[in-house]
């Protein structure tokens, strides 16, 4: 038999469909990130602005969190030893563990080597663990937890995406008596819609149900210590497992959940995805360790701060520019293609003609005909980055004749232009974007960088 062609026919389908992804070659610059290298086989190399990381808050070149993992790996080595149950725990996972739980305000932690190997370590144990348990889980929860749901052996229904009369019609047929895990995020990072979690937990509090909420785009992000929408919404301690990641906006690696003790635990002891994984290095755990410390202080709320004004100022420069931004209430920017075909254009066009690196978002991640550039903004980039990107992608879109919202305000586009050049119709954009608009005072206050350039 030759293996070889399915192989092959799986890799065609996927060219057929549209939906086969090419990995750009980039090296990321720590001192000059946005910044990165993109290599190319026989091609000079090309600085490029990265516009798509989960890396949300620059935690991972952040000189504190670099100079903790170096020095603990000069301390204790670069891996791990092996599982947690033969060579017991790294010291710094026990400190790492021990301020995630203080985040969250829980009694324990208990971290992963990924946010995906949490969720389905934690909901398929939780869901095995529980007796004759119904997990109800959002319809559009992360591949991670749809299969922690799946590997349960529990009985499963989902619920409408955010629909408080569908969830508590279910656990009315369910019944007060049985036992019930409701799944779901705080933040849906393809949407950037937000759960209503206390209302959520009402529920949970009438029909007897345990929740299990994931926090993985909002940690570090929202709440006076980063602890997540849950914290900036009052809701933590209604809300029995948080589990969250170290891979966006701490900027390291790794997954966590935290909870009582008993739960955290129980699923230590059980979940053969924690048991049977080597841990993380010690070095990993203490720049994590670092990162969540640091975002718990000043220095955090400062960053937080940027990052929203940032994402605001993205958000509302591109709508202003009439590109189709799904509208949101939190720090990412969807911006609708709505083919997949298209949207893979649309990236290599933003890469090869303005050095904008952006990855197509396609099916599986979001449904076929919601395709679309998922863009995420950070306190890194500057307000002429901004800038940039909004003139680039009106020039991508009039380029590929893909629909406008209205008119845009800002059409001219030159392709030699840096980021760092740009013209006084961007200021006035900006101002006219942002809420409420802007007084031209207000807006050389804002924006002085736009006037200065402008007027060179």
């Not at 946005?34 to 490029?48: C, I, N, T």
């Not at 974007?433 to 200065?452: D, H, I, V």
């Amino acid at each position: 038999m030759e293996y070889r062609r399915y192989f092959d026919d799986a890799i065609s389908k996927l060219k057929g469909e549209r939906r086969y992804r090419v990995f750009a070659d980039l090296a990321r610059d720590a001192e000059a990130y946005p910044r990165a290298v993109w290599r190319r086989d026989g091609l000079p190399q090309v600085d490029v602005t990265v516009w798509c990381s989960n890396d949300y808050l620059c935690m991972g070149r952040h000189p504190k969190v670099i100079e903790a993992m170096q020095a603990a790996a000069a301390a204790h080595g670069v891996g791990a030893g092996g599982t947690r149950n033969i060579s017991g725990n790294t010291h710094p996972i026990v400190e790492l563990e021990a301020e995630l739980a203080d985040l969250h305000g829980k009694e324990a932690g208990l971290v992963f080597t990924s946010g995906w190997i949490s969720n389905l370590a934690a909901i398929s144990t939780i869901g095995d663990i529980l007796p004759d348990c119904l997990i109800l889980s959002d319809q559009l929860n992360h591949n991670s937890m749809i299969e922690g749901v799946r590997r349960s052996k529990a009985e499963r229904r989902i619920f409408r995406h955010n629909d408080l009369a569908h969830l508590e019609e279910l656990l009315r047929e369910a019944g007060e008596s049985r036992a019930k895990l409701i799944v779901f995020e705080s933040l849906y990072s393809m949407n950037g819609d937000i759960a209503p979690i206390n209302a959520i937990a009402d529920l949970a509090k009438r029909y007897n149900a345990m929740t299990y909420m994931d926090e993985v785009h909002a940690v570090g992000l929202y709440g006076a210590r980063g602890g997540g929408v849950g914290e900036r919404d009052g809701a933590m301690h209604r809300i029995d497992v948080i589990e969250g990641t170290l891979a966006k906006g701490f900027g390291t690696l790794g997954g966590y959940i935290t909870g009582d003790s008993a739960i955290i635990d129980a699923v230590r002891s059980y979940a053969p995805s924690f048991i049977f994984t080597t841990s993380l290095p010690p070095a990993v755990a203490t720049a994590a360790r670092t990162a969540v410390s640091l975002l718990k202080q000043a220095e955090g709320a400062e960053l937080r701060a940027r990052h929203q004004r940032q994402s605001t100022l993205t958000k509302h420069a591109l709508s202003a520019a009439g590109l189709p931004v799904m509208p949101n209430a939190s720090h990412i920017v969807p911006v609708l293609v709505g083919d997949a075909e298209l949207c893979k254009a649309a990236t290599d066009l933003l890469l090869e003609r303005h050095a904008i690196y952006i990855q197509p978002i396609n099916y599986p991640t979001v449904a076929r005909g919601t395709e679309r550039l998922r863009i995420t903004p950070s306190p890194m980039h500057g307000d002429a980055h901004v800038a940039h990107l909004v003139e680039a992608m009106v020039d991508v879109w009039t380029t590929l004749k893909l629909p406008f919202v209205e008119e845009p305000k800002i059409v001219e586009f030159r392709r030699d232009r840096h980021p760092e050049h740009v013209h006084s119709e961007h200021a006035q954009a900006m101002m006219a974007a942002m809420p409420g608009g802007m007084s031209e005072a207000e807006a050389r206050c804002t924006f002085p960088e736009f006037f200065k350039r402008a007027a060179e």
